[in-house]
T-cell receptor, first 111, second 113 residues
């Protein structure tokens, strides 16, 4: 079945550092891809999404590009802030199916 | 987008008891789902809540343990029955207008002692 793999955390960075969280997927067809963020004690919030190959999703300085050739959707941010500390989930959605979430990557940003 | 509210936000329960979690959406949504997030883990889909009919459960989840109601397009409940410490998790409600989007509540953090 469909699956999502993320880089293992935790990831610890200093403020203003560059962030990359890798995400790769296995799926039939052409799924939509998502990044969700979960701040401490809260539910999941949609961060960005891409619905077809080569689409770039972006929000709050975060970006991810749907790469079909490498089946990847890596999350990047040029300069992280302490407030970005959270758990980040990569997810896919195939037509007619349910969401499949990756295991999550915990990010800690130090001042 | 949709705003999803869950109650309670957290609870500590005795083993053998049951807890009902409520999920209210601020607008009508076609799809509603319930997820479980065990400590330090990702989300696992429990079931799809169907309006006016029985929920559709995923493998490993049964109606007797997790009865679900969905009387209308904006409200659903999940009951965790005959709880044991292994049921300690965050339970998340999700909804959207189609199967191409998912908005989440803030979750219910359940501890069973």
């Amino acid at each position: 079945g469909d699956s999502v793999t993320q880089m293992e955390g935790p990831v610890t960075l200093s403020e203003e550092a560059f962030l990359t969280i890798n995400c790769t997927y296995t799926a039939t067809g052409y799924p939509s891809l998502f990044w969700y963020v979960q701040y401490p004690g809260e539910g999941l919030q949609l961060l960005l999404k891409a619905t077809k190959a080569d689409d770039k999703g972006s929000n709050k300085g975060f970006e991810a590009t749907y790469r079909k050739e490498t089946t990847s959707f890596h999350l990047e941010k040029g300069s992280v802030q302490v407030s970005d500390s959270a758990v980040y989930f990569c997810a896919l959605l195939n037509y007619g199916q349910n969401f499949v979430f990756g295991p999550g990557t915990r990010l800690s940003v130090l001042p | 987008s949709a705003v999803i509210s869950q109650k309670p936000s957290r609870d500590i329960c005795q083993r053998g008891t049951s807890l009902t979690i409520q999920c209210q959406v601020d607008s009508q949504v076609t799809m509603m789902f319930w997820y479980r997030q065990q400590p330090g883990q990702s989300l696992t889909l429990i079931a799809t809540a169907n309006q006016g009919s029985e929920a559709t459960y995923e493998s490993g989840f049964v109606i007797d343990k997790f009865p679900i109601s969905r009387p209308n397009l904006t409200f659903s409940t999940l009951t965790v029955s005959n709880m044991s410490p292994e049921d300690s998790s965050i339970y998340l409600c999700s909804g959207g207008q189609s199967n191409t989007e998912a908005f989440f509540g803030q979750g219910t953090r359940l501890t069973v002692v």
